[in-house]
C-alpha cells in the first residue's frame, strides 16, 4: 500500500503484510514519521484525498463474512465502523467536539449501532465509564474540563463502547504522564480482554509495547523490519534497528553508557534503495545498499526483513556503536 | 387615531378619480407639522398642503392665466392704494368656508398679519413689522392696512407666485397658546381638498375633495376633477420615470433632460410643456453667470463683455439642455408673458446693438442662434423639433450673443490685459483665473462646467466648482467670485419686475463678508439702476410705465453686463394623459405653469377631466 | 522572488489568472497617463456612443470618451482603494499585533480606543468632512479618513491570531535569543497574520471603494475628479439606466468585478504560498 | 456565577465608557459642521419674501437664542450629556421645537426592521451556503455559487439597487419600487398591513441580501474548510456519524462563534447603511434624515442618530462578549 | 567556598488565579520550593514530577518569566525577578532555556540561523557578520553541527535531533552558566533521545555548565542527573542525590511513580496493572501538612 502526497509522491507505507488474530494486542512500533498513523489510516479505512491506496488489500472477517475495506465502497464499511471495527485516533486532546458536551459524542457515534433504546443505551455507556473508572459526571462534561488522562479515556470509551471486536489505537497514551499511562494501559487491556477483541495498538515507546502487546512488528521507513511475539522482540531480536532500540532503553538501576543512532531517518519521499536502514545500519553490506531485503519466516512466528539476520551476532558486537555525536 | 387602528378601513383610491403628483422634495423631515407660517419647524409645503389647502388673496401665474395671469382669489378684487401707497384697502369674497365649516372673514386676515408682526421667527413676521404699521377689520369682508412707509408692491406679499402670504385661521389659532409649537394637524384651510391621510414618513399624502368645494376661491374657476390628489415624494428621478409608465404617476415635477426624452420615446400618452422638442416648461428664473463685483477681477465692463463674447451659446446650450435650452442675451426669462412684452419688442434694439471694442465697434447679437441650435437637434430628433420660425422663438430662445473671440481679445486688451501664450494675464501681472461657482447637478452644473471649458479654452483659468451651498452660503455671503446660478426672478405673467428689482438697490448692498439679501448675490451698484427702481417704486403695478422701466432696465443690463444671462430655468415636468387630460399645454392652452410645486399648480385640476379609459 | 512569482505562474492556474485580471485593470489605469484627453472636458465628442471600433467603451452623455475617463476613473479609484487598504493594514497589524502580544494594559487601551473606533457612525462624519473639505477633499484625504475607520475589525482579528502566537514555543525561544518585543511582533508574527491580511484587505478594499461609490452617487465627493464613483454619480444624473446608455455602467461594473476577482484569486494563491501548512505541505515536511 | 456576574460587570463598566467617549466625540464632530442652522433657516425664509438687512438680523437673533447657540460649546457639551441622563437630545434644529428623539424614533424602527432582518438573513444564508460550500468543497453548485458571490460581491450596491428596481418595477413590474407601505392601508397589525410591509420589503431587503452575501458567504467557506481538517471532524465521520449533523454540529457550530462577533460589528454599521437603499426605493429610514440633517446643519438629529448607533454598536459588542462564554465553553474572559 | 551560591531558590510559591468566567480558582502551581545550585560544581540538576506538578512554572521563574508570587529567586545573589532592562539582558545569556518540541521551538516561516544570529548580536554585542559566525559556529561545534550545515536552513530542513542540537547550540552562544532544560527529549524520537540526554552530560563535563534537567522520565532522570527534586502538586516531595533516591525512593509518591515505570521484565507477558494511585494519598492535605525533613543520605522528604 502506498498513498500520494500533495505534490511529491510520499510512499508512507509500503509492501507490508500482517495478520492480526482474534483476541490478541497486536503492536506497531517505529520513530515517527516511519508511517506508522499511514498504516493504522489504511486499516481504518480513514484514507482520505489526498492520499490514496496505490495497491493491496485489507481484509476483515467479522463474522465469518470478510470485506476488504480498500476497496469497499463507504457505505458498506460505515456498516461495520463502530459496530466491529473502531479506531482511536492519534491526538486524544483534539478528537473530540471542543463546543459540546462529552455525552453527545456518545449520542452521535454509538447510539445508531447499539441500537437500544434510550435508557437502555445510557445505561449501558455508564456502564461501559464504569469499566473505565470515569464518573458518569464526565458525559455532562465539555471536553476542555477533563484531564488528560480523563480525556483519554472518554476516546477509549468511546471506542470501545460499542464493544467491536476490532479496535485500533494510535498512540493513546503519549501525552499522559507515567503514572496515568500506566493505569489507562491497564484499563485497554482489561476491556481488550473482557470483549475478546483484536486490538492493533501503535505507538514509538518500547516501554509500553513491552507491557501490554502480544505481538509486535517494528516499523522502519514505511516497511515492517521485524515482527514477532513481543517477549522475541525483546530478547531475540534479529534486526539491527529493533537491536538497537532495544538497547538504547534507559533502565532505572543501569548506568551503563547508553548508544544513540547517528544519521537522520530516510524521507519518505526518497527513500534510499536497498534496505532502508542501510545508511545508519553498523553492519551493512554491499548488498543492503542495493537489494530490498524481504520479510522472511523463522522459526516461532518470527518474520524479519535482513540480509544478515541470521547471522546470530552477539548484542555487543551489533551494539558497538560508539557513544558519540559526530 | 387608536379607533382606526382597530378597525383598519381598506381604502381604494379609484384611479379615474384620482390625480397622483410627483412631490419634488424629499420626504417630510416632520411629516405631522403643517404649521407652515413658521420658520424651521420642518413643515412640508409643497407635498399639497400649499397647493390644495391654503390660499391668499391673489394669484400671478408665471404663464397665461385661465383668463389673464392675475387671479382675485380670496380678494373681490384687486388691491386698492391710497395716493401716496402708504394704505391699501382689500375687499374679500363673501362665502368662503374654512374647511371645517367656519367661515372666512376679514379678521382672518388681520389675525395672520398680527400674530406675525407679534412673533419673530415667523415665516412673515420680518416683511409685516418692517412695512405696516397697522391693519384693521373694517368690517367682515374689507381690510385696511396702514404702512410705515410708501410701497407700491405690498400687495405682493399676498400675491403667490409660487407661494406667497398664507391666511391663517384665526378660531383656529387664536385657540392654541404657543403659535410656533402647534402642529395644525389636522390643517384647516381654504382650498377645495383637506388631508385624507399621510406617510407617517412623509413620502406621500392624500388629499380629498371638499363636499362643499363650492365655497372655496377657486370653485370660481370651475370644479376641481380630480376626487383624490396624491403627492408622492419620490427621491429618484428615474424612478419617477418608471412610476409613471407604470402608470402609478401623473404629473412629474422634473426629470433629467435624457429621462424627458426617453419618457417621450417609450410612452404616447406622457408629454411636456411643449409638444416637441425641447419639452421642458421655462421657469421665470434665469440662469446666469453671476460675478461677484465686491471682487476686482471683474469691476470693468469690458472684461464682463469680453468673458460673454467667449461663450458659444450654441455648445452651452447642447451642454446644458442637450439644446433643449430656451436661450435669453437680455437679462429677462424668456418665459410666459416675457417674450411679447421684451423679448420680441427689444429684438430690432439688440440687432442694432453697437459694442465698442476699444478698436473698433461690433454688432455682437445673432438673432439666429435659436435656428442654429435648432438645425444641431434636428438630426437627432427630427419631427420633434418646430420647424416654424415663431415656435423656434419661444422654445429656443430669440438670439444670443455670437461668440467673437476676436473682439473679446480687444476688449481685454483695452482693459490692460495682455497674453502670454495662451495664458491672459490681468493688468497687475498676475494670471487671470478664478472659480465658478456652479451648481452640484442638473442642467446649471453642465451650464457651468461648459462655460468654464470655454474660457479656460480662451486663455483663462477658470475651474468649475461643484458647490452644495450655493444658494445658502456662497452667494449671500459673497464666498465666490463668479457662479451660475439666477438672481433674476420674474412674475412670468406680468413685465413687472419688482418681484427681484427692489431688492437690487444700492441700499441693499452689504458690505463683503457680511450676508446680502435676496436677490442682488452680484453685489452690483449702479445709480441708474437705482433710478429705475426708485421710480419703480412709485409706479402702480398695473401702471403700463412699468414695462417702459423695464426695457429701460434691460439696456442697461446689455451696457454694463454686471451679470450674462444665458437662459431660461427649463423644468422637465411630465404629465400622463392615461387617466386625465386638461393639462396646460404651450401651444394651445399655457394656462399654467405644469410645475408641480408651484401652488399656481391647482388652477390645473379645475380644467382636469378623467379620460374614462378603461 | 522572481521564481517565486515564475513558479507559481506556471503552476498555479489561480494566481495566472488573478495576475492577468489585475494586470489588465492596472496597465489600463495606467494608459491614463498618456491619455490624449482632459478627464474633466465635457463635450469633446459625440455623446451617447455606444462601443465601436472608434470608442471602444463608447461615450458617455457628457460627450467624453469612455475610455479615456475609466482610464483616470481606475487610477484614481484604484490609487484610492489600495491607500485606504495598506493604511488600514498597518494600523490594524500595528495594533492587533501589540494588543496581543503585549497583553495587559496595553491591550485593554487599545481594545477600547478599537470599541470606539467601531462604534462611532462613519458616514455623518465622511459628510461633514466633505461639506468641510469640499473640493478640497482630494482622494488622498478622503482615503486618510477612511483608513482611519477601516482598521478596528480586523485589528480584533489579528489580535486573537497573535494572542495564541504569544505562548507559541518559539515566540519564547525568541526572547531568550534576545529580540525585542517589536522584533518578535514584526519579524516572527507578522507572517502568521499574514494571510488575514490579505483577505481583510481585499475586503476593505471593496468596503472603501463601495462606500467612495456611494458617497459620490449622494454627491459628497468632489465630483470633478475621476473616479470609479463619480463616473456612476454622472450616469445617474444623465439617467443612463432607464435611457439605455447601458456601457456607462456596464463597463466600469464589469471592470471593478474583474478587478476584485483578480484580487481575490490573487489572495487566495498568495495565502496558500504564505500559509505555513500548506507551505510546509507543499515542501514535503 | 457569581465570577459570571462580576465579569459582566466589568464589561459593563468598559461599555459606559466606551459609550460616553464615543458619544463625546460624536457630539465635537457633529459642532465641526461648518454648516449652521441659523443661516439655513434664514436662507429659506429670506428667499420667500423681501427680507432687509436688518430683518435678517433680526431672524438671527431670534434663531440663534432659540437653539441655544449663544452660549459656549463647553456649556452646550455639559448641557447635552445632562440631557442625554434622561434620554433628551433636544429639540431638532431642522424642525424646531419637535425633540430629535421624534424624528429619529418615526426613522428607526424601518431602518432597524429592513436592515437587521436583512443583514441577519444574508448572514443566515451566507454562513448556511458557505459552511455548505466549505464542507463539500467539490459540489459543482456550490463552487459555481461562490464564483457568483466573487463576482457580485465589488459591485457597487447602488447599481445592484437600481437594477433591481428595473428588473422588478419597470420591465417586468411585479413588486412594489417605492415606500413602506402601500397607501391605501392604516398602519397597524392588520394582515393587510403586515403583508403590504413585507411585500414592499422585498426589493430593497433582496438587494441588501445580494450585496451582503458574498462575504459572509467566503468568510465561512473559509473558516470551514480550516475547521474539516480538524481532528474531531475527521473522527465523526469516521465513526460513521451522519452528514447532516457533521455538518450542523461539528463544522457549523464550531464556527459559529467568529461569525457572530461579526455579526455584531455588521448589525452596528446598519445605522449609515441605508441612505441609498432609501433614496432608490423612497424607502423611510435613518439614512435620509441622516444626510439631510447633516446638510441643514442639524446637528442634534445628528447627534441623536450617532449616539444611537454608537450605543447599539458598543451594546452589540458587549451582548456579544458576554454570550461569547457560553457560545463557547473553551473561552476564559479575562 | 565563596558564599553566595549561582541559583538560589528560597521558598518560592506561584498561585495562578484562573480567571474563568463562571469559575474563579486559585491554583498553588509551585509552593514553597528551595534548592540551591553551586556555581563551582557543575551539575544536572533534574526536577521529576507528574504532569501539572509545576515544574514548568519553577522552570520558568527561574528563567524570570514568571515573577514567583512569594519566596525569592536570587542568581549570582540578586533577584531575578528584579532584573530590568540592561541587567535583565546580562542575566539572560547566563541562564538560557532549551525547550521541549525542537519542531515548535522554531519559527516554521523563519531560517533557524536568524536565531542565533540574533543571539550573538544581542548577548555578544556582535556587530558584523564575521564577529557573529564566530561564536555562533563554535557553539554549533559543541552540539556536533557546524555552521555549514545549518546556515539558511528552514526548520523543516532539518530533522528533530537536529533541531534539538541547534537550540542547545543557540543557547550555548552566550556561554550560559546555566540551561533550564524543559522536558527536552520528550517529543524526539527514541534513537535521538539518547544523543541529546549524553550531549548533556558532556556539556557539563566539559563546559561546565549546570542544567536543570525537567522531565518526567524516571530512566533518563536517572541515567544522567547529579541531584533531583521530585515535585507532586506543586510541592516538593523528596529532594537530594539521584541515583539513591530513584533506586529507593521514600516518600509516597516518589514510590508510586517509580512503581508506574513500566518495566521491560516480563515483556510480552501482557500483564499489566494499575498503578494503585488510589492507595497513595495524593491529595493537597498531606502535602500541606508535611515538612521537609532530611532522611540521612543526604536526602530530604517530605513527611507529616
Ligand atoms: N498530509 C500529509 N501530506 C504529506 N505527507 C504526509 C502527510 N501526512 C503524513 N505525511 C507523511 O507520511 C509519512 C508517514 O507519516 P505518519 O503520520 O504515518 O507517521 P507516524 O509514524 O505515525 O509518525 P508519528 O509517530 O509522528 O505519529 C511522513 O513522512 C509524513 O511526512
Ligand atoms: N499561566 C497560567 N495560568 C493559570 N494556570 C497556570 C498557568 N501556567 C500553569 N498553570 C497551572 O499551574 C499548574 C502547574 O503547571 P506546570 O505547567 O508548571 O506543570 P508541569 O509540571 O510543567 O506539567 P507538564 O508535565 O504537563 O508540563 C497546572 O495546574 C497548570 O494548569
Ligand atoms: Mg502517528
Ligand atoms: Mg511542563
Redesign the pocket.
Known amino acids: 500500500m502506498n498513498y500520494f502526497?500533495?505534490e511529491r509522491e510520499?510512499r508512507?507505507v509500503d509492501d507490508v503484510t500482517m495478520r492480526v488474530k482474534a483476541n490478541e494486542i497486536y503492536g506497531i512500533a517505529?520513530e515517527?514519521?516511519?508511517?506508522?498513523?499511514?498504516?493504522i489510516k489504511v486499516l481504518a479505512a480513514a484514507i482520505r484525498p489526498p492520499f490514496r491506496i496505490v495497491d493491496g488489500s485489507v481484509t476483515y472477517r467479522f463474522n465469518g463474512t470478510p470485506i476488504d475495506v480498500a476497496h469497499a465502497g463507504e457505505d458498506e464499511i460505515a456498516k461495520i465502523r463502530w459496530k466491529h471495527l473502531s479506531y482511536i485516533m492519534?491526538g486524544s486532546m483534539s478528537v473530540l467536539n471542543p463546543v459540546r458536551r462529552v455525552h453527545s459524542a456518545f449520542k452521535d457515534f454509538a447510539f445508531r449501532p447499539m441500537g437500544l433504546k434510550r435508557e437502555a443505551f445510557w445505561e449501558a455507556v455508564e456502564a461501559h465509564l464504569a469499566r473505565l473508572h470515569l464518573e458518569p459526571g464526565v458525559l455532562r462534561a465539555y471536553p476542555h474540563e477533563l484531564s488528560g488522562g480523563m480525556r483519554q479515556r472518554v476516546t477509549i470509551a468511546l471506542a470501545t463502547v460499542c464493544q467491536p471486536e476490532f479496535i485500533i489505537a494510535d498512540?493513546p497514551t503519549t501525552a499522559l504522564d507515567v503514572v496515568v499511562q500506566k493505569d489507562v494501559l491497564a484499563m485497554i487491556r482489561e476491556v481488550q480482554q473482557a470483549l475478546g477483541s483484536s486490538v492493533v495498538f501503535v505507538t514509538?515507546d518500547m516501554s509500553v509495547h513491552a507491557n501490554i502487546t502480544d505481538r509486535l512488528a517494528i516499523v522502519y521507513a514505511g516497511r515492517i523490519v521485524e515482527e514477532a511475539p513481543t517477549r522475541t522482540i525483546f530478547t531475540a531480536a534479529r534486526h539491527p534497528y529493533t537491536r538497537h532500540l532495544v538497547a538504547s532503553l534507559p533502565r532505572i538501576g543501569d548506568t551503563s553508557p547508553k548508544p544513540s543512532l547517528e544519521g537522520r531517518p530516510p524521507s519518505?519521499a526518497e527513500p534510499p534503495a536497498g534496505c532502508r536502514f542501510h545508511p545508519r545500519c553498523p553492519i551493512a553490506i554491499e548488498r543492503c545498499r542495493k537489494e530490498v531485503p524481504v520479510l522472511e519466516e523463522r522459526p516461532g512466528g518470527h518474520r524479519v526483513a535482513c540480509f544478515r539476520a541470521d547471522e546470530a551476532l552477539s548484542p555487543a558486537k551489533v551494539l558497538h556503536v560508539e557513544e558519540s555525536l559526530s | 387615531q387608536e379607533e382606526e387602528a382597530a378597525a383598519p378601513p381598506l381604502n381604494e383610491f379609484p384611479r379615474e378619480e384620482t390625480l397622483i403628483i410627483n412631490n419634488p422634495e424629499p420626504p417630510a423631515i416632520n411629516p405631522d407639522m403643517f404649521n407652515m407660517w413658521v420658520a424651521g419647524n420642518g413643515a412640508a409645503w409643497s407635498n399639497g398642503l400649499h397647493q390644495l389647502v391654503l390660499d391668499t388673496l391673489w394669484f400671478i401665474d408665471p404663464d397665461a392665466g385661465l383668463d389673464g395671469a392675475l387671479y382675485n382669489q380670496l380678494a373681490k378684487d384687486v388691491w386698492q392704494y391710497n395716493e401716496d401707497f402708504t394704505e391699501m384697502t382689500v375687499q374679500l369674497r363673501e362665502g368662503i368656508l374654512w374647511s371645517d365649516g367656519e367661515e372666512f372673514t376679514a379678521d382672518d386676515v388681520v389675525f395672520t398679519v398680527e400674530t406675525q408682526m407679534e412673533t419673530p421667527g415667523m415665516v412673515w413676521s420680518a416683511p409685516f413689522s418692517q412695512y405696516v404699521e397697522s391693519v384693521e377689520a373694517v368690517d367682515d369682508y374689507t381690510v385696511h392696512f396702514k404702512l410705515k412707509e410708501p410701497n407700491s408692491r405690498f400687495h405682493s406679499i399676498f400675491s403667490v407666485r409660487w407661494n406667497g402670504a398664507w391666511i391663517m385661521p384665526e378660531h383656529i389659532f387664536s385657540e392654541v397658546e404657543d403659535v410656533t409649537a402647534f402642529d395644525f394637524n389636522p390643517p384647516v384651510g381654504l382650498g377645495p381638498y383637506t388631508l385624507h391621510s399621510y406617510d407617517p414618513n412623509g413620502y406621500w399624502y392624500i388629499w380629498e375633495k371638499r363636499e362643499d368645494w363650492d365655497k372655496t376661491a377657486l370653485a370660481e374657476w370651475g370644479e376641481p376633477g380630480p376626487k383624490y390628489v396624491i403627492y408622492r415624494s419620490i427621491p429618484s428621478t428615474d424612478s419617477r420615470l418608471i412610476d409613471m409608465v407604470n402608470g402609478d404617476l401623473d404629473m412629474i415635477h422634473d426629470l433629467t433632460p435624457e429621462g424627458m426624452f426617453s419618457l417621450i420615446k417609450q410612452s404616447e400618452i406622457s408629454r411636456g410643456w411643449f409638444p416637441g422638442f425641447p419639452y421642458a416648461h421655462p421657469d421665470p428664473t434665469l440662469p446666469m453667470v453671476i460675478f461677484n463685483h465686491q471682487n476686482e477681477k471683474f469691476q470693468d465692463k469690458r472684461v464682463r463683455w469680453a468673458l460673454a463674447l467667449m461663450l458659444d451659446a450654441r455648445a452651452i446650450s447642447m451642454a446644458s439642455y442637450r439644446g433643449a435650452a430656451t436661450l435669453s442675451a437680455i437679462a429677462i426669462p424668456p418665459t410666459g408673458t416675457h417674450p411679447r412684452d421684451y423679448h420680441a419688442p427689444l429684438q430690432d434694439w439688440l440687432i442694432d446693438y453697437e459694442l465698442d471694442t476699444g478698436s473698433r465697434t461690433i454688432k455682437p447679437y445673432d438673432p439666429t442662434i435659436g435656428l442654429q441650435v435648432a438645425d444641431m437637434v434636428r438630426p437627432q430628433f427630427g419631427e420633434e423639433v418646430p420647424t416654424d420660425e415663431e415656435a423656434i422663438r419661444t422654445a429656443f430662445g430669440y438670439g444670443w450673443w455670437k461668440q467673437d473671440v476676436e473682439a473679446a481679445t480687444e476688449l481685454l486688451e483695452a482693459a490692460g490685459f495682455t497674453k502670454q501664450g495662451n495664458q491672459w494675464m490681468m493688468p497687475n501681472g498676475e494670471p487671470f483665473a478664478f472659480t465658478l461657482n456652479t451648481f452640484q447637478e442638473g442642467v446649471i452644473n453642465r451650464m457651468g462646467t461648459m462655460i468654464a471649458q470655454q474660457w479656460s479654452q480662451q486663455g483663462i483659468q477658470v475651474t468649475a466648482e461643484a458647490d452644495p451651498e450655493i444658494y445658502r452660503s456662497t452667494l449671500p455671503l459673497g464666498q465666490y467670485e463668479a457662479a451660475t446660478a439666477w438672481s433674476i426672478e420674474t412674475w412670468g405673467g406680468d413685465p413687472d419686475l419688482s418681484f427681484f428689482l427692489d431688492s437690487w438697490h444700492s441700499d441693499y448692498v452689504a458690505e463683503p463678508g457680511e450676508r446680502q439679501p435676496h436677490r442682488n448675490w452680484q453685489r452690483w451698484k449702479n445709480p441708474k439702476l437705482d433710478e429705475i427702481i426708485e421710480e419703480v417704486r412709485k409706479t402702480e403695478f398695473t401702471d403700463p410705465r412699468n414695462l417702459e422701466l423695464g426695457h429701460e432696465f434691460v439696456k442697461l443690463m446689455v451696457e454694463e453686463m454686471p451679470v450674462i444671462p444665458v437662459m431660461s430655468f427649463n423644468v422637465f415636468s411630465a404629465y400622463d394623459t392615461r387617466y386625465w387630460t386638461g393639462f396646460p399645454t404651450a401651444e394651445e392652452n399655457p394656462y399654467a405653469n405644469i410645475v408641480t410645486n408651484w401652488a399656481n399648480s391647482k388652477y390645473i385640476l379645475t380644467q382636469l377631466k378623467p379620460t374614462k379609459q378603461q | 522572488m522572481f521564481s517565486v512569482v515564475r513558479d507559481l505562474i506556471r503552476y498555479n492556474i489561480e494566481f495566472t489568472i488573478g495576475v492577468m485580471l489585475v494586470g489588465v485593470i492596472v496597465a489600463f489605469s495606467l494608459l491614463s497617463f498618456f491619455s490624449p484627453v482632459d478627464p474633466t472636458a465635457i463635450y469633446t465628442t459625440i455623446p451617447d456612443m455606444p462601443p465601436s471600433g472608434e470608442y471602444w467603451f463608447g461615450t458617455n452623455s457628457r460627450g467624453q470618451d469612455l475610455f479615456w475617463h475609466l482610464a483616470f476613473a481606475f487610477r484614481n479609484t484604484l490609487f484610492f482603494g489600495l491607500t485606504v487598504a495598506v493604511l488600514s493594514r498597518i494600523i490594524s497589524i500595528t495594533v492587533g499585533l501589540t494588543a496581543g502580544y503585549l497583553g495587559g494594559w496595553a491591550d485593554r487601551t487599545l481594545m477600547f480606543f478599537n470599541d470606539i473606533f467601531v462604534a462611532i457612525p462613519i458616514f455623518p462624519i465622511l459628510i461633514l468632512f466633505y461639506f468641510v473639505l469640499r473640493s478640497d477633499l482630494t482622494m488622498m484625504k478622503l482615503a486618510l479618513i477612511m483608513a482611519c475607520f477601516g482598521w478596528p475589525f480586523d485589528a480584533r482579528l489579528i489580535r486573537s491570531v497573535a494572542l495564541g502566537l504569544k505562548h507559541r514555543e518559539f515566540t519564547r525561544h525568541a526572547v531568550f535569543a534576545g529580540m525585542s518585543p517589536a522584533r518578535i511582533m514584526y519579524e516572527e508574527h507578522l507572517p502568521y497574520v499574514m494571510p488575514i491580511v490579505f483577505s481583510t484587505a481585499m475586503a476593505n478594499m471593496i468596503w472603501s471603494i463601495g462606500l467612495e461609490v456611494t458617497l459620490a452617487v449622494l454627491g459628497f465627493t468632489n465630483i470633478n475628479v475621476p473616479t470609479v464613483g463619480t463616473a456612476l454619480y454622472w450616469a445617474n444624473n444623465h439617467s443612463a439606466m432607464v435611457v439605455g446608455v447601458w456601457w456607462w455602467i456596464v463597463i466600469p461594473v464589469v471592470l471593478i468585478v474583474m478587478t476584485f476577482l483578480g484580487l481575490f484569486l490573487l489572495a487566495v494563491s498568495m495565502n496558500e504560498y504564505i500559509d505555513p501548512r500548506s507551505r510546509l505541505?507543499r515542501m514535503?515536511a | 456565577m457569581k465570577d459570571y456576574l462580576t465579569f459582566a460587570l466589568k464589561r459593563f463598566l468598559q461599555l459606559l465608557a466606551v459609550v460616553f467617549t464615543g458619544i463625546s466625540v460624536a457630539f465635537f464632530v457633529s459642532y465641526l459642521s461648518p454648516i449652521s442652522p441659523v443661516e439655513t433657516i434664514i436662507g429659506r425664509v429670506s428667499g420667500q419674501s423681501a427680507y432687509s438687512p436688518q430683518a435678517i438680523a433680526s431672524l438671527r437673533e431670534t434663531l440663534t437664542e432659540l437653539f441655544g447657540l449663544n452660549v459656549p460649546l463647553h456649556e452646550r457639551y455639559f448641557n447635552f450629556l445632562g440631557r442625554l441622563l434622561v434620554g433628551d437630545l433636544g429639540p431638532s434644529l431642522l424642525a424646531f421645537p419637535t425633540p430629535a428623539m421624534k424624528l429619529v424614533m418615526l426613522a428607526l424602527p424601518w431602518t432597524v426592521g429592513l436592515l437587521a432582518v436583512s443583514t441577519i438573513l444574508t448572514w443566515l444564508i451566507g454562513n448556511i451556503l458557505g459552511g455548505l460550500a466549505g464542507y463539500y468543497q467539490n459540489s459543482r453548485l456550490l463552487k459555481a455559487f461562490g464564483v457568483i458571490a466573487i463576482g457580485i460581491q465589488p459591485i457597487p450596491y447602488y447599481i445592484v439597487a437600481f437594477l433591481m428596481v428595473i428588473i422588478f418595477g419597470f420591465l417586468w413590474p411585479v413588486l412594489p419600487i417605492s415606500g413602506g407601505f402601500a397607501m391605501n392601508v392604516r398602519p397597524s397589525w392588520s394582515p393587510e398591513f403586515i403583508v403590504s410591509i413585507l411585500r414592499h420589503a422585498i426589493l430593497p431587503a433582496a438587494s441588501l441580501v445580494i450585496v451582503g452575501l458574498g462575504t459572509w458567504f467566503l468568510g465561512m467557506r473559509a473558516l470551514v474548510s480550516n475547521i474539516v481538517t480538524e481532528d474531531y471532524v475527521t473522527y465523526a465521520e469516521l465513526a460513521g456519524v451522519e452528514r447532516r449533523r457533521i455538518v450542523s454540529s461539528y463544522v457549523i457550530r464550531n464556527a459559529m462563534v467568529p461569525q457572530l462577533t461579526a455579526l455584531a460589528m455588521a448589525l452596528g454599521g446598519i445605522f449609515s447603511g441605508t441612505i441609498i437603499t432609501e433614496q432608490v426605493f423612497a424607502y423611510p429610514g435613518l439614512g435620509t434624515l441622516l444626510v439631510r440633517a447633516v446638510n441643514a446643519g442639524d446637528s442634534a438629529v445628528v447627534l441623536a442618530v450617532s449616539c444611537i448607533a454608537v450605543i447599539a454598536v458598543a451594546t452589540a459588542i458587549f451582548l456579544i462578549d458576554l454570550i461569547h462564554p457560553l457560545l463557547d465553553p473553551r473561552i476564559k474572559a479575562q | 567556598m565563596s558564599a553566595s551560591p549561582l541559583l538560589d531558590v528560597r521558598d518560592v510559591s506561584k498561585v495562578f488565579t484562573m480567571g474563568g468566567v463562571l469559575s474563579r480558582k486559585q491554583i498553588k502551581a509551585v509552593n514553597e520550593v528551595s534548592f540551591a545550585l553551586s556555581a563551582k560544581k557543575p551539575e544536572i540538576f533534574t526536577i521529576i514530577g507528574e504532569s501539572g506538578s509545576g515544574k514548568t512554572t519553577l522552570a520558568r521563574m527561574i528563567l524570570g518569566s514568571e515573577v514567583p508570587t512569594s519566596g525569592e529567586l536570587l542568581f549570582e545573589g540578586k533577584d531575578i525577578a528584579a532584573r530590568r532592562g540592561a541587567e535583565r539582558l546580562a542575566f539572560m545569556a547566563r541562564v538560557q532555556p532549551i525547550f521541549q518540541n525542537p519542531f515548535e521551538a522554531f519559527n516554521p516561516l523563519k531560517r533557524v540561523d536568524r536565531y542565533l544570529a540574533s543571539t550573538a548580536r544581542r548577548f555578544l554585542n556582535a556587530r558584523t557578520e564575521a564577529e557573529m559566525e564566530g561564536p555562533m559556529d563554535e557553539a554549533l561545534q559543541h552540539v556536533g553541527l557546524s555552521l555549514r550545515e545549518v546556515k539558511g536552513r528552514f526548520p523543516h530542513e532539518l530533522s528533530g535531533g537536529q533541531l534539538q542540537r541547534t537550540a542547545i547550540a543557540r543557547a550555548l552562544i552566550s556561554k550560559p552558566s546555566v540551561i533550564v532544560a524543559d522536558e527536552p527529549v520528550s517529543m524526539v524520537d527514541a534513537s535521538l533521545r539518547m544523543a541529546i540526554v549524553n550531549l548533556f552530560k558532556r556539556l557539563r563535563n566539559e563546559l561546565g555548565v549546570t542544567i536543570i534537567y525537567i522531565t518526567h522520565d524516571l530512566a533518563t532522570a536517572y541515567y544522567i542527573s547529579d541531584r533531583i527534586i521530585i515535585m507532586q502538586k506543586g510541592h516538593v516531595v523528596e529532594m537530594g542525590p539521584a541515583r539513591p533516591i530513584l533506586e529507593a525512593p521514600q516518600h509516597p509518591y516518589s514510590q508510586l511513580l517509580k512503581r508506574s515505570v513500566l518495566s521491560f521484565d516480563g515483556a510480552g507477558g501482557g500483564r499489566i496493572t494499575r498503578s494503585g494511585r488510589e492507595e497513595v494519598d495524593t491529595s493537597a492535605e498531606a502535602l500541606i501538612k508535611g515538612r521537609l525533613k532530611p532522611a540521612g543520605d543526604g536526602r530530604l522528604v517530605r513527611v507529616g
Open positions: 502526497g500533495v510520499v508512507a517505529g515517527s514519521s516511519s508511517g506508522k498513523t499511514s498504516f492519534q498512540e514509538h519518505l | 505541505r514535503g
